[in-house]
């Protein structure tokens, strides 16, 4: 489904992804995984757009995206969750959901996917008249996803859910995440709890200083010596 190969990203001097290549099978949970700094975010905003790479190419469905503007790309199927939420504060529940069904021209598939959304994360039901600024931040969290998932996307870009979170809800938002794929969307997930993205996801990669470094089977890189030392505080 989706495809990175050989990309490259600079912020100014600094040259934050060098050179990855990876891919994202359709129906899978595939996590990047690697410590602060490592270019994960960096990978997500490239994908969906708001970085251009100065080299490489990625493909979603055998479509070319490299330079494609960010709202074209939700327009092809990717949504983005990103890092801190970054939810419309000002605006309610029922709006930010809105908000994430704004290319879409079918009503009455609107209407049944914001009830899809409501029977996935029942709080928001109950808060969907509250301004989104005044929840808690694990309904926040789920408020992003729900925004993610009213464009309709054959995949969802999650970064970092759990931050912020405690054990208790992280677990939650975990299971739901597995729930959303069982349902049909892939997911690339970025999660420092390396330990956590391991135990959902099909596939993984490990990322170091803007380069992939290690890639296999999800349980594999959890039973591997250096990721349980680097990663998983074994």
């Known amino acids: 489904m989706l495809a990175i190969e ?3 990203v600079y912020y100014g001097a600094i040259h934050a992804l060098q050179g990855i290549s990876f891919q994202v099978n359709q129906g899978e949970i595939v ?3 690697g410590s602060n700094g490592a270019g994960k975010s960096t990978s997500l905003k490239t994908i969906s757009g708001l970085l251009r790479p100065k080299q ?3 493909r979603f469905n055998g479509e070319e ?3 494609m503007p960010a709202q074209k790309i939700v327009g092809r199927g990717i949504s983005q969750v990103p890092e801190g939420r ?3 504060a000002n605006m309610t529940v029922s709006e930010n959901l809105d908000m994430g069904a704004y290319l879409r021209k079918d009503k009455p598939e609107i209407k049944k996917d914001l009830e899809r959304i409501f029977a996935i994360f029942p709080r928001l039901r109950e808060r969907k008249g509250q301004v989104a600024g005044t929840l808690s931040g694990g309904e926040q969290q789920m408020l992003a996803m729900g925004r993610a998932l009213m464009s309709k996307p054959q995949l969802m870009l999650l970064d970092e859910p759990s931050m912020g ?3 208790l809800l992280v677990k939650q938002i975990f299971d739901i995440i597995k729930d959303i794929n069982a349902q049909g969307t892939t997911i690339l997930l ?3 709890n390396a330990r956590m993205a391991l135990s959902v996801a099909t596939r993984a990669y490990v990322l170091e200083t803007g ?8 349980q594999e890189l959890a039973a591997s010596e250096d990721v349980r030392k680097a990663y998983l505080g074994a």
């Open 211 to 218: 380069k992939i470094t290690l890639g296999g089977m999800a």
């Open 56 to 58: 490489g190419k990625i």
């Open 86 to 88: 970054r939810i419309f």
């Open 6 to 8: 050989d990309v490259h």
């Open 165 to 167: 979170l405690s054990p």
């Open 65 to 67: 995206l490299t330079g």
């Open 190 to 192: 970025v999660e420092q």
């Open 31 to 33: 996590t990047l995984i």
